[in-house]
């Protein structure tokens, strides 16, 4: 039980804004839709929730076909991304709002209770009986997350909801929505273009690029087996990093060259590559500064931008032409302009089809 998605499309002006999505969403999970700006993930969420229709296909509940029901007849909660408050109520109010204009009658000790658990749980407790000019943006958004578990619906939809926050706010925030919708129960969904939202928080992931769902699984085996370079390169922190290559033969085996000074032995996989042109896909922490084993390839390349992010470092490269980056689990500082030698590891490496984008062979087992 949970929502099914079938076969939804809906264009606007003549525009395609989804195209024929169709998933399936467990009682239970914390499913992400991540994608880019316009890749359709709000259109999405606002047909799963009932504010929009689709042009073609049907939304079900819990195998019950909901397309034509109105919102307001779904058990839906949605917390958007902009702070979403009356600001003429307090924030107390603000949270009982859902449980005094519901269909099932709450008493007065009832929504009490409710308001001040979630207020506890969202640490607003301070600020109850403030208005919503009186308190931070965090605890602006605080309050229509509050509101939204407040209601107790089956399924919570969130978009972007931490997308007006700073850095710190964002951080703290993902770290307390995670516990707090896990224990919640029924489905959450929750659209981002962060892929560190859905690293930290989902069990489940899909990825919209130009309203296609172009893979939708288990956060493990998306993350793990991308099927598409595209869904690769976006659902990873940092981004992969992806050379391109030529399959060539050496001494009865085959190696994918990369540039002049760089090939990569493939000998093992080389009853899977059919093809002469390849993508090889390599995760930022996979690139490193010192050669931790025999096997590691060299390169050189030159310091672009060193940025320090905390205890980790993103160091970004120029490696003839092609942007690298890579992640360092230390504070260090790397001068612009300085060339730098660093070690791929071969074994940790994705192969994808230059011209399919899909995902051919990956060099190791995880």
Do not use: C, W
Not at 97 to 118: F, G, Q, W, Y
Not at 127 to 148: C, F, N
Not at 228 to 253: C, H, K, Q, W
Not at 310 to 321: A, K, R
Request: hydrophobic content about 35%; aromatic content about 8%; overall charge negative.
């Amino acid at each position: 039980m949970g929502i099914r998605i079938d076969s939804v499309t809906k264009t606007y002006e003549g525009k395609a804004i989804l195209k024929n999505i169709s998933l399936e969403i467990e009682d239970g999970t914390f499913t992400t839709i991540l994608g880019a700006s316009d890749a359709g993930k709000t259109t999405l969420l606002r047909i799963m929730s009932g504010i929009g229709r689709p042009d073609r296909g049907k939304i079900y509940y819990n195998d019950e076909d909901v397309t034509h029901l109105a919102m307001q007849k779904r058990p839906v909660a949605m917390v958007y991304q902009q702070f979403v408050n009356y600001p003429s109520m307090t924030v107390y109010d603000n949270i009982a709002s859902p449980l005094r204009v519901s269909e099932t009658r709450h008493t007065k000790a009832e929504i009490d209770k409710k308001v001040r658990e979630n207020a506890e749980l969202l640490g607003l407790t301070q600020v109850l009986d403030h208005h919503p000019e009186e308190i931070s943006g965090g605890q602006k958004q605080r309050t229509a997350i509050a509101r939204a578990l407040a209601k107790e619906a089956q399924f919570t939809f969130l978009d972007e909801p931490l997308a007006n926050l700073d850095y710190k706010l964002r951080e703290e925030l993902r770290g307390e929505l995670k516990n707090i919708l896990r224990q919640k129960g029924g489905v959450v969904i929750y659209a981002t273009p962060e892929p560190a939202d859905a690293l930290s928080m989902a069990t489940h992931v899909g990825y919209l690029q130009e309203g296609e769902l172009l893979q939708f699984g288990r956060l493990e085996e998306v993350y793990r087996h991308p099927r598409l370079a595209d869904v690769g390169t976006y659902f990873s922190y940092p981004t992969m990093n992806i050379l391109e290559s030529e399959l060539v033969s050496r001494n009865g085996g085959k190696g994918l060259r990369i540039s002049d000074e760089l090939e990569v032995d493939v000998t093992e996989f080389q009853d899977k590559l059919h093809s002469k042109q390849y993508l090889v896909g390599v995760r930022a922490y996979n690139l490193k500064t010192q050669k931790e084993r025999e096997d590691m390839l060299p390169l050189k390349a030159v310091v672009t931008l060193s940025e320090e992010l905390g205890s980790d470092t993103e160091l970004h490269l120029d490696y003839h032409g092609v942007p690298l980056v890579v992640l360092i689990q230390e504070f260090v500082r790397h001068p612009i302009g300085k060339e730098v030698e660093i070690f791929l590891d071969p074994k940790r490496l994705f192969i994808f089809d230059k011209r399919s984008k899909e995902l051919v062979v990956k060099t190791y087992r995880q």
